[in-house]
Each structure stands twice: as structure tokens, then as C-alpha cells.
């Protein structure tokens, strides 16, 4: 048996009580004690003086689906020790061999074998042997390609068949449940009565709904109501994902759309939500586009913009559309190396470049980058992101995924100490031990972590031991990819992942497979 222990520290342990002075003993891959301990008994020592043990971080939206099989650190450097994946309607599963690319498709590429559903997943995942532990949702836009492939219209009994035998192979092989991205195409062509059908296995299988909601704009309350209406139909919890209200046209509807949640769960059902503490998000630019004109996938979207008179509709309803400035949409991503100057740059600003307009030039950029530009978006204030992440009904995530040739969201890199450091630390928008319940025990409870997610004996030790005092991030959206502040260990299933802040190479993560 390895012991491990950690003295001399101050310990968080999830549940929201007071932090206190103690040590903490794992034998191998689990916590023995907390607290007192006999320091004398025979175990390697790590003087944590000056540091918080706090459990691990744990991110409930996350697009690292390609990213945890190439065992990339930057979630773990953060503190991060367990992420879910197949966020947001897009999963790597199911899928079949060269499959047809979806529009607003945020991996940078996909197996080309094809993955049948999660069990396929969670065998790469092994193979791959990954730094964190990861869970999975399997994406509602990847179930409809599958079985429709970019088609526009409802599904038939034939494709409610094979979306539904693909969900229940997912789900018996251990996916956390079902998500959608209702503004993002496929998924934007279903109906309330699709989602609903859908998570007839969800249930069944006692599994979990997330939603990316159909709207964050002028309907962002209609959008709140249908995932309510989904909820109580289907029967099954519902999580919203990354809360907010998008532009300053808007920002005044979030109290309502709160209201609106917190109603349904006095009511009885079972929703929370999640939120990154960032007043930007990142996106594909195709998002913002009216959904007619995505029927076919990207190459439908390219045939349409090939059309002059089509071309200048879509350029209108987008711009009609809009809920923030043309200068708040940053170019991050682009398909071709030629382009990569435009990257850092506004829309509105390349547009004043080249003379156009800002939605000709939006439109412009699609077609010249085969429909795979992504952007960084301005979209929130401080007072409507202080009011959800502080919301007891709200868990801390990083909606985080990596450009490789171009610029990620710092949040990818900086979440945790961002939050920790700037806005609980430095801002006091809440106690320090009520913010770790919102990394943490939290998002455990919520998809049913088993003994994960709290500081106690017999839990797993995954933990992530900080200095308060120091921690923070550099990342900006200049500069994203660098390294946190103030991250001194890491462990995961009992095991250093990052110790005196350096990785140390150990992949101790696992597949976490749901079941009933």
C-alpha cells in the first residue's frame, strides 16, 4: 500500500463548512483521514504550510473530447481532475465511417473509422490512458447526423429508430445522458416533441439532460420554458448549459429567465445550470446564422451563400440578428493558413479594411474559409455574470476546447483560478469554501460522482492543493495558452498529475462510466 500525506495544510473539503487546519493521509488511490493525523505514522511527506486542499476541480462542460485522448495538461494544470465530455449536441459518437461534416463542428477532426457509440469512446479513452477522469454525454446533433445526416426536415419512425438505438447503446455502454445544441445545426431543425421523444432512454436509464438552448438572445426566456417543458415531460433533470443572456439588448431578460428556473425547481424539478467566468464566449461564426440556410450541413450553407440574392438575405437576417457590435466579434480560428492574419482582429475591423460591410464581410469569411470560421464573442457584463455565477443552483465550468492553429478561449487554460483568485478572492463575490462547493461537490452530486467530488475518508483523492494567496491566471485573449498561477499539486486517483507545480507525466485517470 502507498501512503501519501499531505501536513501542515488548510483544508476545503466541498461541502461548504468552514476551512480548518489539518492533514490529509491517501493510501493509494483513496483518502484514509483528514484533519488531526498522527504525523507520525509511516508515509511519504508533502509540506502543504501555506497551502488549500481542496477536491479536485471538476468541469461538467467540456469540448475536450479529442483533447483528453492526446492527454493534453491544460485542464489538469488548472486543478482539474475530472471533465465532462460530448458537450453542447456534438459528440464523437455515434458515427460511422468519413461521415459528413456538421455545420458549427467545433472538433478539429474526428476518428475517420467511426464510433459507434460511448462504449467505443471509452475504450480509446482507455487505450489512450488520459491525465483527468473523463465522463460522457452523447450529442444529440451527432445522433441526427447519424441517422439523417444533414437533413433539415423532421425525423421519421425509421430515424427515430436509429437515433434511439444509437442513445440506448451510448447510454448502456456508460454515457452520462443526452445533450443538445439547439442553435446549432443539426440540431436546430428538431422540435420540442424530437427532444422530448429522445429522452425516453434518458430516462430509462436514469441519466441526465443538458441543453445548449435554442436561444440566448431575444428568446432566451422562451428558450428557458422549453427546457423546462422538456424536463417535465421527459421526466429527466435538466441541466442548462453556460447560462447568460447574450448582448446588451438583452442583458435586462436574465432576472426573468432566472426566475423562470428557480420557479420550475421550487416546483419540483430537478435543473441546474452552469456558467464560466468569462463576459466572452467562442463559438463557429455559423451560430449566428439563420437556421433555413444550414439544411445540408456546411456544404449546403456554401451552396446557398453561392447564391447572390441568398448570399444577401442571409447577410440581412444575420445582421438582424444580432445582439452585440460587429466589434465585439473577434476572429480566432480559420481553415486556411492564408487567412490566419485576420486572427485577433474584429469583424468590424476587417470589414473597414476591405471596405464592406460588417454582416457582407461575416458572410465573406465563411465562404472563403469553407464555413469553418470560429470566434471569440463579447457578450456579457459583470453584474449578470455575478448574478449566475453566484446562483446556488449554478456549478463553475470552462466550455473550453483548443485551437490548435489559432486562439483559444482563455478559459480553456484559466478557468478555475481565474475564479478563485479574481472573483472570489480578490472580489468577494462569495466566501472562499462556498465557491469550492461550486467546483466540486456540486457538479458530483449532480451526475452522481461516485465518491468523488468532497474531502473525506474513503472518498477517491482526487484533490487540487492551491496557494490562495497566489492563485490567478495570465491567459487573456491575446495571450491564452499560458499556464495558471498559484496551482502547487494536483493528484488524481491518489497520484501526483502535477506536484510543485510541474507536470509530472503520471496519466492515473479513468473512464467514468454511468450507470443506473
Given amino acids: 500500500m502507498k501512503r501519501t500525506l499531505l501536513t501542515n495544510a488548510t483544508i476545503v473539503d466541498g461541502t461548504g463548512a468552514a476551512a480548518c487546519a489539518g492533514s490529509l493521509l491517501i493510501e493509494d488511490d483513496r483518502i484514509a483521514a483528514a484533519g488531526a493525523i498522527d504525523t507520525a505514522i509511516e508515509a511519504e511527506r508533502v509540506d502543504c504550510s501555506g497551502l488549500h486542499i481542496a477536491p479536485g476541480f471538476i468541469d461538467v462542460h467540456s469540448h475536450a473530447d479529442m483533447e483528453v485522448l492526446a492527454r493534453k495538461p491544460n485542464k489538469l494544470l488548472q486543478g482539474v481532475t475530472t471533465e465532462v465530455i460530448g458537450n453542447c449536441g456534438f459528440s464523437l459518437y455515434p458515427t460511422l465511417p468519413n461521415m459528413p461534416k456538421m455545420t458549427g463542428e467545433i472538433f478539429d477532426g474526428e476518428p475517420v473509422e467511426g464510433m459507434a457509440s460511448a462504449g467505443n469512446y471509452f475504450d480509446a479513452l482507455e487505450k489512450a490512458q488520459p491525465v483527468l477522469n473523463v465522463a460522457a454525454l452523447t450529442g444529440h446533433s451527432a445522433l441526427r447526423v447519424y441517422a439523417m445526416r444533414m437533413r433539415g426536415d423532421l425525423p421519421s419512425e425509421g430515424d427515430f429508430a436509429v437515433m434511439e438505438g444509437a442513445l440506448h447503446a451510448s447510454l448502456e455502454a456508460g454515457s452520462l445522458g443526452l ?243 479574481e472573483y472570489v478572492r480578490d472580489k468577494r463575490w462569495l466566501p472562499m469554501e462556498a465557491a469550492i462547493v461550486k467546483t466540486s461537490a456540486q457538479a458530483a452530486r449532480r451526475f452522481r460522482f461516485q465518491d468523488r467530488g468532497v474531502i473525506a475518508p474513503g472518498k477517491f483523492a482526487d484533490l487540487a492543493v492551491f496557494d490562495y494567496a497566489k492563485i490567478g491566471t495570465l491567459a487573456d485573449y491575446s495571450d491564452p495558452a499560458r499556464d495558471p498561477e498559484g496551482i502547487r499539486h494536483v493528484i488524481v486517483n491518489g497520484k501526483f498529475g502535477v506536484r510543485d507545480g510541474k507536470l509530472t507525466g503520471e496519466a492515473a485517470g479513468l473512464g467514468l462510466r454511468h450507470h443506473v
Fill in 179 to 421: 445533450s443538445t445544441g439547439l442553435n446549432c445545426g443539426a440540431a436546430s431543425f428538431s422540435n420540442t416533441d424530437e427532444i422530448v421523444r429522445l429522452c425516453g432512454p434518458v430516462r430509462e436509464h436514469g441519466a441526465h439532460y443538458t441543453t445548449h438552448m435554442r436561444d440566448y438572445k431575444f428568446k432566451v426566456i422562451e428558450a428557458v420554458e422549453e427546457s423546462i417543458e422538456v424536463g417535465r415531460r421527459a421526466g429527466v433533470p435538466v441541466q442548462i448549459s453556460h447560462m447568460q443572456v447574450v448582448g446588451q439588448k438583452n442583458w435586462h431578460r436574465l432576472d426573468a429567465a432566472l426566475e423562470r428556473i428557480e420557479a420550475a425547481h421550487r416546483s419540483g424539478l430537478d435543473i441546474n445550470m452552469d456558467a464560466y467566468p468569462y463576459l466572452a464566449g467562442s463559438c463557429s461564426l455559423l451560430q449566428f446564422l439563420p437556421k433555413w440556410c444550414q439544411d445540408g450541413g456546411a456544404a449546403g450553407l456554401l451552396r446557398e451563400l453561392s447564391d447572390p440574392q441568398k448570399f444577401d438575405r442571409i447577410a440581412k437576417e444575420t445582421d438582424d440578428g444580432m445582439a452585440n457590435t460587429w466589434d465585439d466579434i473577434i476572429i480566432c480560428g480559420v481553415r486556411h493558413d492564408s487567412a490566419r492574419g485576420l486572427i485577433g482582429k474584429s469583424i468590424q475591423r476587417i470589414a473597414e479594411d476591405r471596405g464592406l460591410t460588417p454582416p457582407i464581410t461575416a458572410m465573406t469569411l465563411i465562404q472563403e474559409q469553407d464555413g469553418n470560421v470560429f470566434i471569440i464573442s463579447f457578450n456579457n457584463n459583470e453584474d449578470n455574470l455575478r448574478k449566475v455565477l453566484t446562483h446556488p443552483l449554478n456549478s463553475v465550468i470552462t466550455d473550453g476546447f483548443v485551437i490548435e492553429d489559432g486562439l483559444s478561449h482563455p478559459r480553456t487554460f484559466g478557468t478555475y483560478p481565474k475564479f478563485l483568485g
